[in-house]
């Protein structure tokens, strides 16, 4: 896996205990034996405005004219995840997130810090693909949340501290197709410093080390009503990520913003979209 994390802006503090666990759904869990442990962490750049596992949107503070992010949300729609390669097992994310992107438009710096929720479309070896939601706080691994997902679920996601700069924060995920809802509150340590919108290789873990998923094909796949701070997020193409493998492929790419600046589409396999 090529990991380039230039300039991390903050150490990582240890994880705390969750405060409060408050999830209609049931509660967030660990990957199953069977199951890769799987990890969304920072952008792996691969120079500006291009990620080695993810793409989608970045709004980072220097960018941004010094802006803290203390709330983030948004829609997305679960694409739908068949095999690029026969054979082959493959592995997607769309979430929403707040740290652990690129601070500045060149990507000169990165955040280390990140605190996300989302859903998984992945496809096994045989072709069979399954869908899951999950919630994770850097360094630790994803936890899967027991909400039953299905390909074109209209997902509404929202990150937010409780009191700005309390270090104490509410990630809310909610299904709007089925009415099921997860919730917990943790304690994170974040820098404030990035937000972003993203489909993702994940990264697998598993015994023999680590390395970066490859991508299945997603259709369907849009992000819609992205804020932060509660405010209209103004996407600008300028904040595009296109995931690229580390052959300089591409693997998938964002469309323009749409017209009221909140949205986009990503379009696997494609220079386009």
């Not at 049931?26 to 990620?51: D, E, Q």
């Not at 095999?83 to 438009?105: K, L, N, P, R």
């Amino acid at each position: 896996m090529r990991t380039l994390r230039r300039a991390a802006i903050v150490s990582l503090l240890p994880l705390m205990t969750a405060l409060v666990a408050a999830s209609p759904a049931g509660p967030a869990t660990a990957a199953g034996a069977s199951t890769p442990a799987k990890s969304h962490r920072l952008v792996i750049p691969f120079g500006a405005n291009k990620s080695n596992n993810w793409s989608g949107y970045n709004q980072g503070t220097v960018e941004q004219g010094s802006k803290l992010f203390n709330q983030i949300s948004g829609d997305w729609n679960v694409p739908t995840a068949t095999q690029h390669t026969a054979g082959q097992a493959e592995y997607s994310s769309s979430w929403i997130g707040i740290g652990g992107g690129c601070i500045d438009a060149g990507c000169t710096a990165t955040d280390a810090t990140l605190i996300q929720t989302g859903t998984e479309q992945d496809v096994a070896a045989n072709g069979t693909a399954s869908y899951s939601a999950w919630w994770e706080i850097i360094p630790a691994p994803s936890l899967t949340i027991t909400l039953a997902v299905h390909p074109g679920d209209h997902m509404h996601a929202n990150i937010a501290e409780l009191v700005p700069f309390s270090e104490v924060w509410t990630i809310t995920l909610q299904d709007v197709s089925t009415g099921q809802s997860f919730s917990q509150t943790v304690p994170y340590p974040s820098s404030h410093l990035t937000a972003e919108w993203i489909t993702e290789t994940p990264t697998l873990i598993g015994t023999s080390g680590t390395g970066l998923a490859a991508m299945p094909n997603l259709s369907g796949a849009t992000f819609s009503s992205a804020k932060t701070n509660s405010a209209n997020a103004g996407l600008k193409a300028a904040e595009e990520i296109q995931l690229v493998s580390t052959s300089g492929q591409v693997l998938a790419t964002p469309s323009a913003p749409n017209s009221t600046a909140d949205g986009f589409s990503v379009c696997t396999y494609s220079a386009s979209c």
